[in-house]
């Protein structure tokens, strides 16, 4: 049931963003996201989105935060050896 409140709030939020009606459908699912093609009413996709499975959770999201850190880092070694 959190699930469905956690889909009805991201259906909020982009009819928000949007300022218009739109429509969720799910493309894929994984182990820690699920990916949502934001469609208006017409079926014109507006956007494509990735959010963690089921939304926000923080064990889930920390992951990506190491991984971000990580190529950050890395990233900085690669530059700074020129």
């Given at each position: 049931m959190a699930e469905d409140d956690d889909l009805h709030q991201l259906w909020v939020a982009f009819n928000s963003h949007?300022?218009?009606?739109?429509?969720?459908?799910?493309?894929?699912?994984?182990?820690h996201h699920e990916v949502y093609d934001v469609l208006q009413e017409d079926g014109i996709s507006l956007v494509v989105?990735?959010?963690?499975?089921?939304?926000?959770?923080?064990?889930?999201?920390?992951?990506?935060?190491?991984?971000?850190?990580?190529a950050d880092s890395?990233?900085?070694?690669?530059?700074?050896?020129?």
């Open positions: 949007f300022s218009k009606a739109c429509n969720l459908k799910k493309l894929a699912e994984g182990d989105v990735r959010v963690a499975a089921p939304a926000f959770p923080k064990d889930k999201l920390e992951p990506e935060v190491d991984e971000a850190l990580f890395t990233a900085f070694l690669l530059t700074s050896r020129a």
